[in-house]
């Protein structure tokens, strides 16, 4: 009996130790240490992409909204959690933070907490006019702070094969392209954000944005030319302008005719992004997946396999890998804020096009924002 009672309380005692060592070695592994700014439709995503990342320690959730808090604190019951970012920055000891809040607010606080010399993995649009985007950027290089915006959809298979297909020219050569994006997207949906319903050309600034990015991605080149218009639909529940249609003329030849809607006639997500090339065409055929291609004279069309993943997760955590490794200097910078910041313009530039009914070329936009130090590197 006293035999049994020893071997228990040895059995105890090395399960104690076992656990203890896990979990600073745990600690050790976990390097990057992070608060999470914004707890809304998105931020559930980066928490649990975070969350799934063995290297990340998240110290603290943000969020001004104390409702918002109360659902992270069921799930995240551990985490400390902060309404102002100020009293998360006095509290915690981190090393960068993923931003997800809305645009409204990106640059006051990238600016908090560059001062507070944490790195940000930021979500998209960086801001909504040039000159915070840009002030954001260059307070990042002055600083020497890491900043990276979550152009997350970039690592999805189906957008690498997109961009390889391009590339390689198994098509032949690509010449015009015709992508299409519609959806009844009401706008009141349940856990769904609110802010786009009366943000100006929330269209253009919160989601055309992650498809201008795409094509500047996957043609692999920046944009020359752009002209636009933008249209509210009757039934729409947005107070700006819901759908916008886009010509990029680019530097490489190519050319992109763009619409996109967030107000359909139908509720039902539909995308088509088709590349005609010289000896045939690629066709994305759903967002996110069903890439098929036909060379001219085929009479069908065939599928090309993709790996799986889930969008805005497993993209997610590239991205996130990517960042970390470039926070180690293991590796380069990925979707950094001058990367955005090539989109951002020619989003903001589609805004001056069609307000002034005319077609905008990028380099007198980059010329008269003062862009052109910033991006002397990238433009070839
Ligand atoms: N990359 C993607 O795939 C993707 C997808 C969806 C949204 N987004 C982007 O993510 C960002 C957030 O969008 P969302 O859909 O989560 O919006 P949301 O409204 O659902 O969430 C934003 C959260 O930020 C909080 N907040 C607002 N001001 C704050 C402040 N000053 N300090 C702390 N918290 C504050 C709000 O209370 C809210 O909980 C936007 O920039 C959006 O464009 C990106």
Known sequence: MYVDGKVANFALLFRNLCRTIWKKGDRLLRRHRVIQVGCGSRGRQWAQVLFEHPEVEVVAFVDTDPEKLADFAVKYPDIQQYELLTDALLRESADFAVLVTPPQVH?????????????????????????????????????????????????????????????????????????????????????????????????????????????????????????????????????????????FHMENGMNAVYLGSWTSGWDKQCVTWRTDCSEGVLIMRQIHSDLVYARRTDTDLTPIPLEDAVPYIDDSKILLDRFLNARLDEGPLECDGVDHLLTLAASLACIEARDQRREVLMSDYYRENGLLKLFEDRLK
């Open 107 to 247: 640059k006051e606080q990238c600016l908090e907490l560059f001062d507070a010399n944490l790195d940000i993995l930021a979500e998209k649009p960086l801001a909504l006019n040039i000159e915070d985007a840009v002030e954001i950027v260059s307070t990042a290089q002055n600083k020497n702070r890491k900043l990276s915006l979550s152009l997350n959809f970039r690592f999805l298979p189906v957008s690498q094969s997109y961009r390889k297909w391009i590339s390689s020219e198994t098509l032949g050569s690509p010449s015009f392209s015709l992508y299409h994006y519609g959806v009844h997207r009401g706008g009141y949906g349940k856990g769904g954000n609110r802010y786009p319903l009366t943000l100006k050309d929330a269209m253009i600034l919160d989601q055309s944005i992650h498809h201008f990015d795409l094509m500047r991605y996957c043609f692999d080149s920046e944009i020359e030319a752009v002209t636009a218009r933008s249209w509210n639909p009757s039934w729409s529940v947005y107070q700006s302008d819901s759908v916008v249609s886009t010509i």
